[in-house]
């Protein structure tokens, strides 16, 4: 886990982690969030609606924009104000792993804030995702 102080981001810095999505990630999704929506549960519905896999949910795979506030950028101290997300392309199991990548591009030295760029990929290294997150960092 890094240990960023305000002091210590700068533009152009950068984190990122990849992550395995498995069915069992899929399956908990669904119970803590109670949406069963059959798009992304039944597979020959999705199936019917153009999608050779049942699609994971897209909020999964942006959960892990936490994990990179959270544990890289800036690690211990981070707290998150905001993220705004573009869901490019719908993701599949057999997409795995995906990337999660973001490096700083603005610092507001008043509030103790920085913005995030990031970046999702599949696999293959298609953009699935992408946007923004403004991130404080707790006092030092």
Do not use: W
């Not at 981001?9 to 109670?34: A, P, R």
């Not at 929506?37 to 999608?51: I, V």
């Amino acid at each position: 886990m890094n240990d960023y102080k305000f002091s210590d981001i700068k533009i152009g810095l950068g984190g990122g982690l990849s992550v395995n999505i498995t069915q069992e990630m899929v399956d908990t999704f669904c119970k803590i969030t109670g949406d069963i929506n059959p798009l992304h549960t039944d597979l020959e519905f999705a199936k019917s609606k153009g999608f050779q896999e049942k699609v994971v949910y897209g909020m999964l795979t942006s959960s892990f924009l936490s994990t990179l506030a959270g544990v890289y950028l800036p690690g211990k101290n981070s707290l998150i104000h905001e993220v705004n997300i573009l869901f490019k392309k719908p993701v599949f199991l057999s997409d795995s792993p995906i990337s999660i990548e973001g490096k700083v591009i603005e610092i507001n030295e008043i509030f103790k804030q920085f913005t995030i760029k990031f970046e999702i990929k599949n696999k293959n290294g298609d953009k699935v995702s992408r946007g923004t997150m403004k991130v404080g960092v707790l006092d030092e």
